[in-house]
């Protein structure tokens, strides 16, 4: 633990810029340990809390910045791509999607505070045409805010810190033990989730060959278009006689969804 410590001190800042950018990156690298230890050992004197803040800044805004560029040239497929990589795949472009249209633009201010939007958040906000530098400034705002907090509770909370280390220190495997099984714990109550998920959808999935046959042999279906509008965008389809629009406003025009025939939902 002494030697750990040594190498944080020494290279502390380089550190956390690296930890910082690759969790910006989408890579599974939690930058937050870091940042708490950063700004612990700020209250010894050995780090600022002002430098440790602009680092944490010059490593979020490049990987941030590049993201937000991608989605605003390549639009959905990026989102899709990062959402593979969570384990909630089936549900992570809709949430998400609804969330940054829900509170738009300040969603930036908050985004790192919430695992998974952190990452879709910057091409999300390419993919809605927002100005570059009012993305760099909300973004840049949300990052100091982001590594303040931690940083700040870091240092408020040193003694704390201390002892969690020492006991890390004193368990050695046998904590390292529950924390791992604990993980595993986690990643397999989300696979049965998602498989209890993905077996309700396809109870409830019709394939469109179906529904067009049903609609042709004279059935009356509603259809409600669900996509946001840069997917619609993207794809230059439309459903014709379909009534479209985006979940975040399902609770305001729910009116307008019949209720007299059956609904065929189509979403992203």
Known sequence: MD????????????????????????????????????????ADGLFTIATA??????ASLPADAVWFELGR????GVLRVLCRISLEAETCVTRTTSVFHRYGPKTLLVSKFVPGLNTVAPPLAGMM???????????????????????????VFRNELERIAAIIANTGASLAAVIVCGFCCYLAWKWFDRRRYLRRLNMARILPEELWRRIQAGEDIAILD???????????????GAIHFPPAELEERHHEIPRDRDIALYCS
């Open 129 to 155: 045409n927002m100005m570059p530098a009012r993305f760099l400034l909300l973004d840049g705002i949300g990052a100091m805010l982001w590594a303040g907090a931690y940083l700040g509770l870091g240092f």
């Open 226 to 240: 669900l996509r946001h509008r840069p997917e619609i965008e993207e794809q230059g389809a439309v459903l014709p």
């Open 73 to 76: 040239r390549r639009g959905y």
């Open 3 to 42: 030697d750990a410590l040594q190498y944080l001190i020494r290279h502390g800042y380089a550190i956390l810029f690296v930890g910082v950018f690759l969790e910006q990156a989408g890579l599974p690298v939690p930058a937050v340990p870091l940042l708490l230890g950063v700004g612990a050992l700020s």
């Open 53 to 58: 803040l602009l680092v944490a800044l010059l």
